[in-house]
Every structure is written in C-alpha cells, then in structure tokens.
C-alpha cells in the first residue's frame, strides 16, 4: 500500500486548489481569466450571508447585488458584501439587472427550483444551495432547464468540491477499503434548530424550516450532503429506503422530525445508514465506509484509515524527500489520510469561478443534485409515510 494513498499535498492551495472538471459540450466561450464576475445573492439568511463572506475572499468575484423579502436580513446582506451592493425585495428586479453574471440561490428550499428556474431564464449561471429542489415535480423541472441552458449550474453540495472528500472517494476506489459492505452515517446536533421570531406573523417565513409545506427538514439540510457522497462512491442511487423518526424531544409545534433514522439499499446489496439527531451531539458530523479490507472515517477536516488486520498493515516511500518515512498512526485512530485541502465551501465556489471562466462542468452539477435530492424525498415519504419507498425510474427524467 502506497503513501501516496495517504499523503497528497499542493502548492497552489493559498489560490485555490484548481478543479479538474470535464469541458460542458454546449457552453460557448464566456470571458477570459482576468475578468471580474458580479454575483447576486437570492436569500440574506445565514447561507447566504455565510457565502457572500466567503465571496469576499475571492480575486475577482464580487457581490454585487442581493434580494431578500425581509428588510432586516437584506440590510445584513448588503453590509455583508465588499462591494457597493444593491438590494432588492423581489429577486426577479435582481435577474433584470444587467450586470449581474451569476447568482447564488440561499433561499429556503422550497423556492429552489422556481428561482433557480428564473435565473437561467435570465442568462445567469446559477450555484444553487443543498438540497438541490423540493419533490420530484420541482426536482424534474429544474433539470430540465439546466440541461436545456448553456450557462454553468453547480449544486451547492460543497463538500463534492473538497479536495480532502475527492482524494478519499479515488483510493476508495482504488480499492484502499476492499470491497465495500456498509456505509453509516450521521449529523448529530443539540439545539432546538429554532430561531427567533420579532413578529408572529413572521414565523414560517423565519422558521420556515419546521414546516413540511417549505422544508424537508434534517433529512433535506443535513443527510444530503452524506447521501451525495454514498451515491458519488458507489456511483449508483438507491433502490429502495426505510425510515423512522419524529417530533419527540422539541414539543414546539414544529413539524419536521427532531430526529431522522433512514436506511437506503443499493442494487450491490450494500446499505448506508443515515442518522441526525438534534439532542445528542456526541462524534457530530461523521461518515464511515466500511470494507473487507478497512475502514475509513471522514469528519468535516480529516479522514482516518482503519485496516482490518493491524500488524499486516505497513506503509513506507519517501515523504518531503525523507526516504522510508512511515503514515502516521495512531492507536485509537489508525492511519490519518492527510490531504492538502480548503474549507469545502471555499473550495466549492472557487470551483464555481472556474467552471465559469473556463466553461467546465463542476462535478457536482445538476444530475448529481438532482439524484441526492430524489433520495431525500424517498427518505421523507419513507418516514412521512410509513412506509418502503422503492426507486421509481419515474422520480427522474434525465
């Protein structure tokens, strides 16, 4: 087994580690690298404050325009941004706006698709938060108009971008954990997921989160992300899930679960289990894929490799020019896999910047969105339901 496999540095990180995206077919040449792209952000919540900050960070993408339907989060939007930016209460005056280049969609989830379905329309590239669209119906619309477009559209699955969860999908591949037998998986959390509310009337505006009319809840804001990477490694979506969950820690009047439990079955026979609980947040964030060969576990930063026979397990080559030095190991940990990487949403917008200026399909673009989004709302009618949801060819039209 090669250090290669565990070590993989880069000199570029301080700019942006490059992507390696394949060219989009039908996307005529858009503008050279040195030019400037102007961003609007639909949505001033906390994503999307959250990424217009990170914006901030990057040469040449500026935020320049910003809509929210609530003064107080648009004003904290504009503050927000480096730039002299515009706010709109309608984010159809924002599309009209002629210097706009691209537009990142941080609305609640159940105007993902009609929004994102807008900016297209309007000539703009589009990264579209995580999850992708809310029911098939919306889901399916929405890949139709992307795939129909020629700009760029990129779903907002950021941890796709990260180049730590990139190396660990390649030397799972090349067979580091054998063959894979399970996934488990889980977003623990403890806190009510509430946020206050000035006005009554302004509940399921702020909160909207609790409510199924708008939300798909833990499963939609939290599990997508691990469902994303289970069907990137087995590069497959599922054929059937199950699932449980329920109001029973925060009697608040909400009505998305506290906690979800969903078990989804690929055609190999391998299953991934998804957990997310919000009054336990013991290991937090966590995904482990379990081989005949090994273990690896991946948090938000750092993976770690566990073989299944320790004393058979060596690994030597030359590191940093230090011929013979060995993986690092540590006895409760195994094998750190150390990778070279930017924080995921970083990373993921600068991979949007590049697929605009240089015409690239991101990898993690409509089609793979739109298949995690598909296995969330298996996974909510599942649970909602009670019931098991088979993979319908019907929940996408690709």
Known sequence: MKRRLFIKKSATAAAGIASSSVLYGN???YRNTNDIINIGVIGSGNRGVGLTSIINTIDNVNVIAAADILPFRLQKGIIKSNSKTKGYSDYRK???????????VATPFHLHSQVAIDALDAGKHVYCEKTLAKGYNGINALVHKANKSKQIFQTGHQYHSSRLYTHVVDVIK???VGNIVAFECQWNRHGNWRRPVPDPELEKVINWRMYREFSGGLTAELCSHQIDFVNWVLHATPNQVVGVGGVDYWKD???TYDNVHLIYSYSSGIKAKFTCLTSNAKDGYQIKVMGDKGTIIIDTKNAWFYPEVKKEY???????????ATAQW????GVKIDVEHLEPSKQALLD????????KMPESDVVTGAKAAACVQMGLDAMYNNEIVK???NFLDL
Request: hydrophobic fraction near 35%; glycine fraction near 8%; charge should be negative.
């Open 314 to 324: 060596k690994v030597m080559s030359d590191v940093d020019g230090v011929s013979g």
């Open 352 to 359: 949007f910047k590049t697929s605009i200026l240089e015409n």
């Open 391 to 393: 993979w319908n060819s």
């Open 174 to 176: 090349n067979g580091l």
């Open 253 to 255: 009047g909400r009505e």
């Open 94 to 104: 924002l599309l009209d706006n002629k210097d706009v280049d691209a537009i990142i």
């Open 27 to 29: 996307v005529l040449s």
């Open 330 to 333: 540590h006895k409760e940990k």
